[in-house]
């Protein structure tokens, strides 16, 4: 199960898109952490199941038949949390959005410089700066491209840390390789299943994961 976000919250969703000094940087980190939050229960379970085979050319059956049935009860949560989860982040995006707006036309500072009119609009959790905007889309346009720009920065660093995750469960799971390979055709049959609930569970929590880091956790 997809452990926490450490501290149980997620920060202001402007904050994350504006607030740290090095925005890419932190967005670098959070796939890395994405990654160990998921790979980390998985390689776990893996190393668990390696014990139990004790290098034998056989499974226990029950084992895998139970982590299966877990899994699909796991999988049918992720599926409903998705819709949950985006919902809120929609609402929440929605609202930092209307708020940025608001602030940034009602100029909360705004100075003369260079000859033009510079503005700084304090929104929800965080700070956006820059030239005065012309149109309310302007605010707009700015949060999505970033959010835009810093999912692609996570993603990338997901996906690298995924290849170093990967690495450690094969390197953990050789037993259950060669059964994958050599066991009976039962056995055999198991591990592709459990496999593919594993795939399966990655690719939810990668997206409960991320709007987890934007809304916190729903339960």
């Known amino acids: 199960m997809l452990p926490l976000v450490i501290g149980g919250a997620a920060i202001g969703l402007l904050a994350l898109l504006f607030g740290g000094k090095d925005e890419k940087l932190e967005a670098e980190k ?19 199941l390696e014990e139990q085979l004790k290098n034998k050319y056989s499974v226990k059956k029950e084992c895998f038949n139970g982590l299966i049935e877990e899994k699909a009860k796991y999988l049918k949560k992720l599926e409903q949390d998705i819709p949950r989860y985006k919902k809120i982040y929609e609402m929440k995006l929605k609202y930092d959005i209307e708020e ?19 503005t700084i609009a304090i929104g929800t959790g965080g700070i956006i700066g820059g030239p005065l905007y012309r149109s309310p889309w302007e ?9 835009a720009e810093l999912k692609a920065i996570e993603n990338q660093g997901f996906e690298n840390a995924k290849v170093m995750w990967e690495k450690q469960i094969a390197e953990h799971r050789k037993g259950i390789d060669i059964i994958k390979v050599k066991g009976d055709k039962e056995s055999q049959e198991l591990i592709k299943i459990y496999d593919e609930c594993i795939y399966k569970v990655i690719e939810l929590e990668k997206t409960v994961a991320y709007y987890q880091e934007r809304v916190g956790d729903l339960g």
């Open 100 to 118: 940025s707006k608001s602030q940034c036309m009602g100029g909360i500072t705004s100075t003369m410089g260079n000859g033009s009119l510079s």
């Open 139 to 147: 605010i707009e346009d700015k949060i999505k491209k970033r959010e």
């Open 30 to 48: 959070r796939g890395i952490e994405r990654a160990a939050r998921i790979f980390t229960p998985i390689l776990e379970e893996v190393i668990q």
